[in-house]
């Protein structure tokens, strides 16, 4: 079976996370290959399937990445679709899972070449902090954290004009959990939470991400998360689903809300679950060629290992 794992031009050498799949891929009697998914010169009609990891590179690029799973949905099958590529690359998804129930920040959608006057607009919600993020991204790029000081609205003010000449941008709360909590994420994976992880940035910042510092850890997740995870998943109501992260922050009542449900390119962090790679590798077989796959999935207990923690967060209300 001739598998594919479509990447980027540039994957950072340092990332390994899905190696575990890779193995997983390779044990199971797979033909794999890694090829960057801009690579008009790979015969990807020759494939079984297709499943989508590290295309890291497409966020200044996107109708050429729409194009590109459009076209490979054609050619063979395509993880996850070309449709719920077209719906999550863009961040206005999350109204879809607001309006279906799940819960979400409050967010103010800017669209590209709309005039905003950013200091009414923080008046008219009584936001005292604020952030900023575009409607396509990721590794927090292009992201501004500030307060309603004069000065500070008039920096933000001056990167939202610059950023809205060219892309839509949201305006949302600024969660002060994300500094003492970290983000929360589990994940999904043909239809069952396998594990889950919080993501703690370096004191006094935001971002969640390696790239910056910030660290991150097993956990095992409560019941009430394991549920909202699971809604937000069933939520999307597109076929075929095979993998989903979904990321999480507690906002200022200690509730959690969605803040990102990635369906595309998003890290696993098999680092912490080699099992849930050998689940997504006999899940995206059992897809191909009709194997039996076990619906139960016992999560890890992260405690249990020499790396592991337990959760410190709050019970959800």
């Known amino acids: 079976m001739r598998i594919a794992l479509a990447t980027c031009e540039d ?13 997983a891929l390779v044990d199971r009697g797979v033909d794999l290959l890694r090829p960057a998914w801009s690579d008009r ?14 295309t890291w590179d497409y966020m200044e690029r996107r109708r050429d990445y729409l194009d590109w799973a459009d076209r490979i949905n054609r050619k063979t099958r395509l993880f996850n679709s070309a449709e719920v590529v077209h719906w999550n690359t863009h961040k206005g998804y999350l109204r879809d899972l607001e309006a279906r129930g799940v819960p979400t920040l409050p ?16 008046r008219a919600t009584g936001w005292q902090r604020a952030f900023l993020k575009p409607a396509i991204g ?3 790029r292009e992201t501004l954290r500030f307060d309603d000081e004069p000065a ?9 004009d610059r950023l809205l000449q060219r892309e839509d941008m949201l305006l949302q709360p600024y969660q002060e959990s994300v500094e003492q909590q970290g983000e929360l994420s589990l994940f999904v994976i043909d239809g069952a939470v396998t594990h889950a992880v919080r993501k703690v940035p370096t004191p006094g910042d935001y971002r969640v991400q390696d790239d910056f510092g910030a660290h991150d850890e097993p956990i095992t997740p409560k019941p009430a998360e394991i549920a909202l995870a699971l809604q937000a998943v069933e939520a999307v109501r597109l076929p075929d689903l095979l993998y989903a992260r979904t990321d999480f922050l507690r906002n200022d009542d200690g509730e959690l809300r969605l803040i990102e ?21 006999d899940a995206l077989l059992q897809r191909i060629d ?28």
């Open 11 to 23: 994957l950072p050498d340092h990332e390994v996370d899905d190696e575990p799949l890779h193995q």
């Open 41 to 54: 010169d790979f015969a990807w009609h020759r494939l079984d399937a297709c499943l989508i990891r590290t």
């Open 107 to 122: 967010t103010c959608w800017l669209e590209r070449g709309e005039p905003i006057d950013l200091a009414r607009l923080l």
């Open 138 to 140: 990721a590794t927090a």
């Open 152 to 160: 500070a609205v008039r920096r933000a003010q001056a990167h939202l």
């Open 261 to 281: 449900l990635e369906l595309v390119e998003p890290s696993l962090f098999f680092r912490h679950a080699p099992h849930a790679a050998e689940r997504l590798a």
């Open 290 to 317: 009709g194997r039996r796959l076990d619906d139960t999935v016992p999560l890890p207990n992260p405690s249990d290992g020499p790396s592991g923690t337990s959760d410190p967060t709050p019970e959800t209300p």
